[in-house]
């Protein structure tokens, strides 16, 4: 079982920076593939970004220049550094951990992009 906590989100105006955090439970951190969804009210939740356990990143075309995801093993954290904020990155943000064929979802942080 992995538990994944999730932090950082908050109202920030356009074109400001946010950067989540999700701390992840487990003794085999540095083997999880991890990764950022997010889901807009009204709408399906999406891929955002992801990190593998050997560092490889992707990224969804909507955010690819503007947020970058990294992973601190000793840490057991991944985070998402999100630049360039446009009112349509507005959502509620979940980690996700896929770890022995099973995957884990955070609770959610919401981030709202306004002026």
């Known amino acids: 079982q992995v538990q994944l906590v999730e932090s950082g989100g908050g109202l920030v105006q356009p074109g400001g920076s946010l950067r989540l955090s999700c701390a992840a439970s487990?003794?085999?951190?540095?083997?999880?593939?991890l990764g950022w969804y997010r889901q807009a009210p009204g709408k399906q939740r999406e891929f955002v970004a992801a990190?593998?356990?050997?560092?490889?990143?992707n990224y969804a075309d909507s955010v690819k220049g503007r947020f970058t995801i990294s992973r601190d093993n000793a840490k057991n954290t991944v985070y998402l550094q999100m630049i360039s904020l446009k009112p349509e990155d507005t959502a509620v943000y979940y980690c996700?951990?896929?770890?022995?064929?099973?995957?884990?979802w955070g609770q959610g942080t919401q981030v709202t992009v306004s002026s």
């Open positions: 996700n951990c896929v770890h022995a064929a099973e995957l884990y």
């Open positions: 487990g003794s085999m951190f540095s083997i999880y593939g």
């Open positions: 990190i593998s356990s050997d560092g490889r990143t």
